[in-house]
């Protein structure tokens, strides 16, 4: 027995699932920036580099 299933996705739907997927790249990127200076400042000064 076969089973028809049908599906649509507007063309609003894929640009949602586009927008979700820049944002949360851009996102992790600006967390990770923010982290690794977080990281920097601790160690300059923990060992006062300049």
């Known amino acids: ?16 699932i586009l927008q979700i997927i820049i944002a949360s790249i851009v996102g992790a990127f600006f967390v990770l920036k923010n982290l690794w200076k977080r990281i920097i400042f601790f160690f300059k000064g923990f060992f006062h580099i300049h």
């Open 1 to 16: 027995m076969k089973h028809l299933i049908l599906a649509y996705l507007d063309p609003g739907t894929g640009s949602l």
